[in-house]
């Protein structure tokens, strides 16, 4: 897969490894965002199982990261995606350096927090 010459200058080493399904996918449409494509041509320009890109693609809408319209599909605003490209590489740092957060944890403190909010009413 082609990455710019940007991405290749700032980006370390060990994170230029094999890219994941919705990066690839980012990918594809950047570099083609002057066009729109069906789910298929986007699997066959990635690689990626046809099976698995329409849940890829559904997940990168929800983020506001692709476009839908019918049956085509393009990039999404280049300054959402850029932001959750620096998003996501400060999270991987944090995660490397402290440990990933517990999801559990955070919603056993959340319901806590509810418990002791409606107490207060």
């Known amino acids: 897969m082609v990455i710019d010459i ?5 980006t370390p080493e060990p994170e230029l490894g094999e890219l994941s399904n919705p990066e690839k996918v980012l990918q594809f449409l950047l570099s083609n965002d002057d066009k729109a494509f069906k789910a ?4 066959e320009g990635t690689g990626i199982n046809p099976n698995s890109i329409a849940t890829v693609l559904g997940r990168l809408e929800d983020r506001g990261l ?15 995606i850029e932001s959750f490209g620096r998003y996501r ?6 995660n490397e350096r402290y440990g990933a ?11 806590e927090e509810t418990a002791a909010d409606d107490r207060d009413e």
Do not use: N
């Not at 940007?6 to 700032?10: H, K, M, V, Y």
């Not at 692709?66 to 959402?80: C, M």
């Not at 590489?89 to 944090?94: A, P």
């Not at 957060?101 to 319901?111: G, L, V």
């Open 89 to 94: 590489r400060v999270t991987e740092r944090l």
């Open 40 to 43: 298929a041509e986007i699997a």
């Open 6 to 10: 940007e991405t290749f200058e700032e």
């Open 101 to 111: 957060e517990d999801p559990a944890a955070w919603r056993e403190h959340a319901a």
């Open 66 to 80: 692709v476009r839908h319209k019918a049956d085509y599909w393009a990039i999404g605003d280049p300054e959402r």
